[in-house]
């Protein structure tokens, strides 16, 4: 089994920054690919990032492209998301997910564990 714990969500006006985290603990050898989901209310949840075991591949949503950042340091068995140039519309509850695969993957289904999630939300 595997814990995922997330941190660093909060307020913050739009043009801003926040840096989130998520800590593993548990059968963390397992881990393969990482990634972050968020879901609006009314919403289904999306992807918004994702990154393979050693960090050398990345992939992003459209939406957030140029703005937020995903990275890891595996010896922490922490992964990152620095958000940056928020939006009103990047408002949501941002939720750290692990997969079993190596590959980086963008879909719900192919995350094994998930994190309760944390709140972001940016004001305008």
């Known amino acids: 089994q595997v814990q995922l714990v997330e941190s660093g969500g909060g307020l913050v006006q739009a043009g801003g920054s926040l840096r989130l985290s998520c800590a593993a603990s548990?059968?963390?050898?397992?881990?393969?690919?990482m990634g972050w989901f968020r879901q609006a209310p009314g919403k289904e949840r999306e992807f918004v990032a994702g990154?393979?075991?050693?960090?050398?591949?990345?992939s992003y949503a459209d939406s957030v492209k140029g703005r937020f950042t995903i990275s890891r340091d595996n010896a922490r068995k922490t992964v990152y998301l620095q958000m940056n140039s928020l939006k009103p519309e990047d408002t949501a509850v941002y939720y750290c997910?692990?997969?079993?695969?190596?590959?980086?993957?963008?879909?719900?289904?192919?995350?094994?564990?998930w994190g309760q999630g944390t709140q972001v939300t940016v004001s305008s």
């Open positions: 997910a692990a997969s079993r695969d190596f590959r980086v993957g963008v879909r719900l289904y192919e995350y094994d564990y």
């Open positions: 548990g059968r963390t050898f397992s881990i393969y690919a």
């Open positions: 990154i393979s075991w050693s960090g050398g591949s990345t």
